[in-house]
């Protein structure tokens, strides 16, 4: 389940003008700065295929990224905060959504959790809206790497882990399947590589 090759093929604003040859794709989202487009950095292999950075807000189109010739890694602006005014953040959640309900390419979203923080509302809120409108997902846990700070709330990673999945679980009837992942280690680049391998294959 390796990456041989990736490359950057568009970025769009709508829907209508993603790739139109119909490969499988999984999209990642989550919260503005919590890791997607260093998780797909630490997918591939590559420093700076994605553009990243410490600012919230850095992405801001639904970003193609074709792997092995045969299906596309899909890098998508963060919901929440994020160093852009609110019209443009409306705007972002308006296209990815409409993404997300539209695409039909897409097999499954990758719903990252920032695992160095306490669980927030907002992914809560995003989990639930991805379940009511039956798109399948798996939870990614970013930045396991980080050690607990006070100012976070004082807890591990696995603790925040462990208390964002008691609070999903009150949404969902079974629990979607869940990675632990760091972009500075690559902690769970292998698991999810053979994740999207086997859901390929269905
Ligand atoms: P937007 O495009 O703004 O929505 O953000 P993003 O979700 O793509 O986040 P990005 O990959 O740009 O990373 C945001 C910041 O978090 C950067 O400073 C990264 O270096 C840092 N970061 C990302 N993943 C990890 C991780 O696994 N561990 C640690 N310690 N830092 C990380
Ligand atoms: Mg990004």
Redesign the pocket.
Known sequence: AQVSTAEFVKSSKRTEDCPADGLPEFALV??????????LNSLVRRKRL??????????QCINHFRINDSWYLV?L??YGY?AAPQEVRIDWDGFTKDYFLKRESLVSVFL?IDA?IPAKQIDLEYASWLGQNQIPMTLVF?????RKKKKNGGKRPEENVEDFQNLINEFFKSTPPWIM????TNQGRDEILLHMAQLRNY
């Open positions: 989550g919260r503005s700065n919590v890791g997607k487009s260093s998780l994605a553009l990243t950075s410490k600012k919230p807000g850095k992405t890098d602006p963060g994020a990252l160095s970013t930045k396991c790497d980080k992942t760091s972009s500075v």
